[in-house]
């Protein structure tokens, strides 16, 4: 499943400088993000932790060329994100699956929305399904489904597509924290297995922590970089890297940084 | 399997009851048979109505108006709903009329309509399709607006087209709530054709009521209603199992909920 398209060794490079995001509302302009700066090197994993408010959601618009930022460049590959290019999957807090369709049509859709040839998506998709353990539900419908193996339906789609980048925003929020911390292990394998870069929006510290080569941490609104923290925690990571007292220094630093903040709720 | 059996079987057995009731309580009380005849005149009235053939054109006119309007109503709520939740500007333009004509009881429009088309078929299609497209297009406009908009991001980040998410997300989101529209207006559709025949009209099973009072005769009256009633119950079957085609993943839920309960 390691594979990169076009033979660029850059391609899943993702380079944010000085972004602004503003909005404006009926109470007049309203900043959602203020000067963010934030890399994602080629096949790196990078988590964005915040409060709600911080304009997590807005950042995940801006770099699938959803939203067209004030001011500043967002640049993935080295190309200037002009609008949607098609390279970026997406994986939503809630796994927005189609329930009129099957699993497998459903992580289908990048392939057939992009006009990409069918018969290779199939086969990947069905690949990527045997990777996160549901090639026995392909003809499936998502209702048939648990919570969690929808979200791990919305996370083959996210990659069908063999996209440059992928984008979390909370994948794992609205499961149950036992399926949240088995998903949390299962993703950093599927990570080490695609190589693909993913920009990882959470706002669980030992998630963050636990999944991240670096965690970038948002302040909240307007969102702006408080820090850039390095997880500095070999791979690969499991139950007894929580037990770690780097572990634990690492998730207390940063719940002190939200602390000084006091505004975590 | 016994569940199944039981759920055709007492509503028969209630019906039954009903009926043998309905047959005594007017000799019990008294009650003249030009006021209320026995389910047995009843019967005699649709056999010979039916049989004798003498029903069938009443019938037919009522089905045409009703279907044709039906179609016609519902049809054109959805293009309308169709073209207000995807434009906002089309919406502000529209929207007077459509705020001013659903608040309008449409049955007071009826004596106009007959005089703008007539005694014959067309003014019944015209007023049940003005009945039947409020509630198809109200549901319709909500089902559309109710999609999922990380749905429609996903498929914009893929660079679909307006068309492309119009019929892939949000139609099929809004298949269930348009459906509910649609078994809403088929009962209207009905009441539409028969207030409309009440009015003026030379046919139909409204006809049927309206003559069948001149000369007390009751018996046909109800023949007339139960017949509109058989209408309504299979009218609103059909669109059910359509709906249960088409809208099947809502159904796979449904299904679920009546086994868990059993």
Same mark, same amino acid.
């Given at each position: ?265 | ?77 959805? $293009? /309308? !709903?169709?073209? =207000? &939740?995807?434009?906002?500007? %089309?919406?502000? +333009? @529209?929207?007077?009329?459509? *705020? ?93 054709? $028969? /207030? !409309?025949?009440? =009015? &003026?009209?030379?046919?139909? %099973?409204?006809? +049927? @009521?309206?003559?069948?009072? *001149? ?48």
């Amino acid at each position: 499943m390691r594979d990169r398209t076009d033979g660029n060794l850059e391609a899943g490079r993702l380079e944010i400088s000085d972004l602004v995001v503003t909005y404006t509302t009926s109470r007049g302009p309203l900043t959602a993000l203020d000067r963010v700066e934030l890399t994602v090197g080629q096949g790196e994993f990078v988590a964005v932790l915040g409060p709600s408010g911080c304009g997590k959601s807005t950042l995940l618009r801006i770099v699938s060329g959803l939203l067209a930022p004030s001011a500043g460049t967002v640049a993935l590959g080295g190309q200037p994100v002009a609008g949607p290019r098609g390279d970026v999957g997406i994986v939503f807090q809630q796994a927005t699956l189609l329930p009129w369709k099957t699993v497998l049509d459903n992580v289908l859709v990048p392939i057939r929305t992009l006009g990409r040839p069918l018969k290779e998506g199939r086969e990947r998709a069905l690949a990527l399904l045997d990777m996160v353990g549901l090639s026995k539900f392909a003809k499936h419908y998502p209702n048939e489904l648990s919570g969690g193996m929808q979200q791990r339906v919305g996370i083959a789609r996210g990659l069908v597509h063999d996209p440059s980048l992928l984008l979390m925003d909370e994948p794992f929020g609205a499961l149950d924290a036992m399926t949240r911390e088995r998903m949390t292990f299962e993703l950093q394998d599927l990570w080490s297995k695609t190589g693909k870069s993913v920009l990882f929006i959470t706002h669980s510290i030992p998630e963050a922590v636990f999944l991240a080569k670096r965690v970038v941490v948002l302040s909240p609104r307007p969102g702006k970089v408080l820090e850039i923290l390095d997880v500095d925690l070999p791979r690969p990571r499991n139950l007894e890297t929580m037990a770690l007292p780097a572990f634990a220094a690492y998730c207390n630093h940063l719940r002190a940084l939200f602390g000084s903040l006091s505004t975590l709720d | 399997m016994r569940a199944r059996l039981l759920d055709i079987a007492l509503p028969i057995v209630s019906i039954c009851l009903f009926l043998v009731f309905w047959h005594n309580a007017l000799r019990w009380f008294a009650v003249p048979a030009y006021l209320l005849p026995s389910p047995l005149d009843v019967g005699k009235t649709l056999w010979i109505g039916y049989v004798g053939g003498r029903f069938w054109p009443h019938l037919g006119i009522t089905l045409y108006q009703m279907s044709v309007g039906y179609l016609i109503g519902c049809g054109s709520a959805l $293009v /309308v !709903g169709a073209v =207000i &939740a995807e434009s906002r500007i %089309l919406e502000r +333009l @529209i929207n007077p009329y459509i *705020v001013g004509l659903q608040s309008m009881p449409k049955v007071a429009l009826a004596p106009l309509i007959i005089v703008w088309f007539g005694f014959g078929a067309a003014s019944k299609i015209v007023l049940v399709a003005l009945i039947c497209f409020f509630p198809t297009f109200v549901n319709c406009v909500a089902g559309l607006r109710a999609t999922n908009p990380d749905l429609v991001d996903l498929y914009r980040a893929f660079r679909a087209s307006r068309l492309t998410i119009f019929l892939n997300v949000k139609l099929p989101t809004a298949a269930g709530s348009i459906f509910a529209g649609l078994q809403i207006s088929v009962v209207l559709a009905l009441i539409g054709a $028969v /207030v !409309g025949e009440f =009015i &003026a009209a030379r046919q139909g %099973l409204g006809f +049927l @009521i309206q003559s069948s009072t *001149v000369n007390f005769d009751v018996a046909t009256m109800f023949a007339a209603i139960f017949s509109l009633a058989f209408i309504g119950v299979v009218a609103t079957a059909i669109i059910r199992m359509i709906e249960g085609r088409v809208v099947f993943w809502e159904g796979r839920r449904r299904a679920v909920t009546v086994s868990e309960a059993s």
